[in-house]
C-alpha cells in the first residue's frame, strides 16, 4: 500500500473516533445544545475533507502506470535509471539484427574475378569478367562481412509516432587482410528519423521496392533486373502514396576513353513518386523517377534529364507458394538498376551528355516444402542502348542470371542456404563472358 494513502485512512479513523466520542466529551464540558452542534459540524467537516484528500490519492495512483513485476530472488536489475535519460518520455528501445557466414565457389570463364572486389563476395554482374583466358579452376571465398546490427528508438510525441533507426553492417574497407585478421570497417546502410507522414534520413529510396525481393543466399539475388539504391532523402508518405527528393549523382560514359565517370555536380535532386496498393494476395506498386543529369568540367558544364518508371509487387499463390517480379525501364536508368550496371549518360564528342536508355527485369517463384524447409527460383536480366560510336565496345550490353536455393530451417531463426548461380554478361563489341558459383550461407537472426 502506498504510504501516503496509509497515512490519510489513518487520519480518517481517528476523526471517526473523535467523531463518535464528540458527544460524550461535550456533554462533559458543556451540555448546551447550541456546543454540541457546532462541535459535530466541525468533525463532520474534517471527516468530509479527510476523504477527498483520500479519494485524490487513489485516483493519482490508478492514473500511474503498473509497477514493473518483481525481480527473482537473488537477481539485481541491470541498470537503476532510464537507458536514456535525453530521450523523449515513454521511448521504446529495440535492437536486432543477424550473424551470417557466406561461403561461395566460383567459376569464370573468361579470367578471374579480382581478389578483394565486391565480385567475390556476393553475385555482381558488372564485376563478370569478358575477353580473359579461363584459367580452368575455381575459387572459394569466405566472409561475415554481411553480418548486420539495427538499433531502433519509438515513441509518441502530442499523439504523432516518432522512430530513429540506425543499421550497420561490416561491408566496409579492409582494415586487416585474408592472411591474418579479416578485419572490416563498419558500414552504415540506414539512418534517419520518421515522424507521422515524413521521414528524413538515409534508407531504401523510393523508387525502390524491397518487398518484392526474393528470398535468397546471395546478398540480392537477382541483381541484374533489380532497382538498388540507399540514399539519403526527404520523403512524405499518405496512404498508398509516397513522394521523396533524393541525393542526386551521375554515372556517365566518357567520349570513346577509359572508365566510367562519377559526378557530384547536381545541382537538383532526383524526384520519386510512388503509389502502393496491399491486399490479403499480396501487393502492387507503381514507381516514377525524375533527375538530373550533369558533368562539368574546368571548360563545360553538360546536363541531360532522365526519367523512368518501375513496377513491381508479390502476388501469393496459396499458403506455400508465391510470385515476385520486378520491370524496370527509362532513361538515366543506370545508377539505379543493378548496381549501377549501366552508366546513366554517354558522352558525346563536345562533351554534351545523352540519356542512356535501359531496362530490367525479374521473375521469381518461392515454395514452401514444409514449416522447416523453402525453395527459389529465379531468372534475372538487363540490357542497355547504348551508342558503341559514344562509348566503344567494352561498356555491357546486357547481362542475365538464373538461380534456384533451398533454405532449411533446423531451428527458429537458424538459416542454413545453398543456392547455384549462373550468370552471362555481354560487351557491345560482342564478347561475353559467364559465371558459375555455388553459395553457402548459415545465417542467425536475432
Keep these: 500500500m502506498n504510504r501516503q494513502t496509509h497515512t490519510a485512512r489513518k487520519r480518517l479513523s481517528l476523526a471517526l473516533v473523535i467523531a463518535l466520542a464528540a458527544p460524550g466529551l461535550a456533554l462533559a464540558q458543556d451540555a448546551s445544545p447550541q456546543s454540541m452542534e457546532a462541535r459535530i459540524a466541525q468533525l463532520e467537516q474534517l471527516v468530509q475533507g479527510l476523504k477527498s484528500e483520500l479519494e485524490a490519492q487513489k485516483a493519482a495512483m490508478a492514473a500511474q502506470p503498473p509497477a514493473p513485476a518483481p525481480l ?3 537477481t539485481q536489475p541491470i541498470q537503476a535509471s532510464t537507458i536514456s535519460p535525453a530521450a523523449n518520455p515513454g521511448t521504446k528501445f529495440s535492437y536486432g539484427g543477424f550473424i551470417k557466414l557466406d561461403a561461395m565457389v566460383t567459376d569464370t570463364s573468361d579470367g578471374e574475378i579480382a581478389d ?19 584459367e580452368d579452376s575455381a575459387d572459394l571465398d569466405m566472409h561475415a562481412q554481411f553480418s548486420r546490427f539495427w538499433f531502433s528508438a519509438d515513441t509518441e510525441v502530442n499523439g504523432k509516432k516518432v522512430k530513429g ?16 585478421t579479416n578485419t572490416y570497417g563498419l558500414t552504415i546502410r540506414h539512418a534517419y528519423v520518421s515522424w507521422d507522414k515524413w521521414l528524413a534520413g538515409q534508407t531504401w529510396s523510393n523508387f525502390q521496392d524491397v518487398a ?3 528470398d535468397a543466399v ?16 526527404l520523403r512524405y508518405t499518405n496512404g498508398p502514396w ?34 502502393l496498393h496491399k491486399a490479403d494476395w499480396g501487393h502492387f506498386t507503381v514507381a516514377g523517377l525524375a533527375r538530373q543529369l550533369r558533368y562539368e568540367t574546368a571548360t563545360t558544364s553538360e546536363s541531360d534529364t532522365g526519367f523512368a518508371i518501375s513496377v513491381s509487387g508479390k502476388w501469393n499463390l496459396g499458403a506455400n507458394d508465391d510470385l515476385r ?3 524496370s525501364t527509362g532513361s538515366g536508368i543506370g545508377r539505379y538498376l543493378g548496381f549501377g550496371l549501366g552508366s546513366d549518360a554517354m558522352q558525346e564528342a563536345d562533351g554534351s551528355l545523352d540519356a542512356l536508355d535501359g531496362y530490367g527485369y525479374f521473375v521469381a517463384w518461392r515454395h514452401a516444402f514444409n514449416p522447416k524447409l523453402r525453395g527459389n527460383l529465379f531468372y534475372s536480366a538487363a540490357s542497355f542502348d547504348n551508342d558503341i560510336g559514344l562509348t566503344g565496345g567494352g561498356v555491357t550490353k546486357s547481362a542475365s542470371s538464373l538461380h534456384a536455393n533451398l533454405i532449411y530451417s533446423p531451428l527458429p531463426k537458424i538459416d542454413i542456404g545453398a543456392e547455384l548461380i549462373y550468370g552471362d554478361r555481354e560487351i557491345e563489341s560482342g564478347l561475353d563472358g559467364d559465371l558459375r558459383r555455388l553459395h553457402l550461407h548459415v545465417k542467425y537472426n536475432f
Design 325 to 327: 517480379y520486378m520491370v
Design 165 to 180: 533507426y540506425i543499421e550497420a553492417d561490416l561491408f566496409g574497407n579492409a582494415n586487416g587482410n585474408e592472411q591474418s
Design 242 to 275: 509516397s513522394v521523396s527528393l533524393e541525393n542526386p549523382e551521375t554515372t556517365v560514359s566518357p567520349f570513346l576513353a577509359g572508365a566510367r565517370i562519377s559526378s557530384d555536380d547536381n545541382s537538383v535532386p532526383d524526384a520519386t513518386l510512388r503509389y
Design 212 to 214: 518484392a525481393l526474393p
Design 116 to 134: 578483394g572486389s565486391a565480385g567475390r563476395l556476393f553475385y555482381l554482374p558488372s564485376a563478370t569478367p569478358v575477353g580473359g583466358a579461363d
Design 72 to 74: 527473482p530472488a537473488g
Design 218 to 233: 546471395d546478398f540480392v539475388g537477382p541483381t541484374e533486373g533489380t532497382i538498388f539504391v540507399r540514399q539519403a532523402q
